[in-house]
């Protein structure tokens, strides 16, 4: 009974500190009990909730321990959610290579197991990490999987989830009209799933909606992503939020320059505050960019070179690529 109702808040996201509290209570008696079951599913509940906190290294720490005491047979699909959202926080914290690896062990379980709707799920958020990691072609790939499964067997959430990826991919492989249609179209159809406006979800189509020369709507989202992260307690993609306002306001006037790298140097703070070194990364290539074009070249090498010497690993991801070609540029040493 406890599981189901953490489980309700935390999809309904109407109350997070609750949310919270009853994963910490699943934990406890858990932990007071010998059932290895339970506290898999203790430990994933609360970091799950820790990731969308944006505590990114104690949703990890939680979701590992959830990993090991993984048995597909008795977890079902709780186990391919939780896999799927240890592969989200392995990213954040800068480890894409392993983010993607995790990704792959949860499809290949779940199509061993032969079970439509923990393949579908899998599907959907495993499309889901391949947008954060910009990578298009994937999350198009993934997204098209989950949407055929989930139109022949009727998962209308994982439809839902599917079509919004999809119309992303499309929206950032040039089709920008077509794109931004089928991302609100799967937007209105969540809805109707019980679904809360997520501000992650608001972010990407706030992007869509930029791109296609649409600034101004881009920074309405954005408004409405913000008040949604204060409602929800959603914060795993405040970062973002505030970079691409910084973006979305120098696409709207070049005036707004010194405006824009305050967004920018917020997301930064933000995502160190948080250890999210993909999205720390991603503000700092901003900023860097930002500051090149207004001759302060020698802060924005030391800044970028900082971050981007951190990183082990993911130097084939987009953002890795786009530090990397601006530290050229900058004549930063690697």
């Not at 500190?17 to 994933?44: F, N, S, V, Y």
């Not at 699909?77 to 592969?87: D, E, P, Q």
């Not at 990691?133 to 098209?144: E, G």
């Not at 030391?302 to 130097?315: C, D, P, R, S, V």
Request: glycine share 8%; net charge negative.
């Amino acid at each position: 009974m406890l599981e189901g109702l953490q489980a309700h808040y935390r999809v309904r996201r109407s109350d997070p500190e609750i949310a919270r509290d009853l994963a910490q209570q699943l934990l406890t008696l858990a932990e007071g009990a010998d059932k290895p079951a339970e506290l898999m599913l203790a430990h994933g509940a609360l970091g799950v909730e820790c990731l969308m906190s944006g505590e990114f290294a104690a949703a990890r720490k939680h979701l590992e321990q959830a990993s090991p005491r993984l048995d597909w047979s008795r977890s079902g699909s709780s186990g391919v959610f939780y896999r799927c959202f240890g592969a989200w926080a392995l990213w954040a914290l800068g480890y894409a290579d392993q983010a993607v690896e995790w990704s792959h062990e949860v499809l290949a379980s779940a199509e061993v197991l032969s079970r439509w709707e923990w393949l579908a799920t899998a599907l959907a958020l495993t499309a889901r990490l391949h947008m954060f990691l910009r990578d298009a072609h994937m999350a198009q790939v993934r997204a098209d999987a989950a949407i055929a499964i989930a139109t022949e067997h009727g998962f209308p959430y994982e439809l839902a989830q599917g079509t919004f990826v999809h119309g992303w991919a499309l929206a950032h492989q040039g089709h920008l009209e077509e794109g931004v249609a089928e991302m609100r179209r799967a937007a209105t159809a969540l809805e109707a799933t019980g679904f809360v406006a997520r501000p992650r979800w608001l972010a990407f189509l706030a992007e869509a909606c930029a791109k296609s020369d649409d600034p101004g709507m881009g920074l309405k989202l954005l408004g409405e992503g913000m008040a949604s992260m204060k409602c929800t307690g959603e914060r795993i993609y405040e970062a973002e939020l505030h970079r691409l306002k910084g973006e979305f306001l120098l696409m709207c006037d070049a005036a707004n320059a010194l405006e824009a790298e305050d967004c920018f140097r917020t997301a930064v703070d933000v995502a160190r505050r948080q250890g999210g070194r993909s999205l720390e990364l991603r503000a700092t290539v901003s900023l860097t960019g930002l500051l090149e074009k207004n001759d302060r070249r020698d802060e924005a090498r030391t800044m970028l070179a900082q971050i981007y010497n951190w990183f082990t690993e993911g130097f084939e991801t987009a953002d890795l690529k786009d530090a990397r070609a601006l530290l050229d540029e900058l004549g930063g040493q690697r």
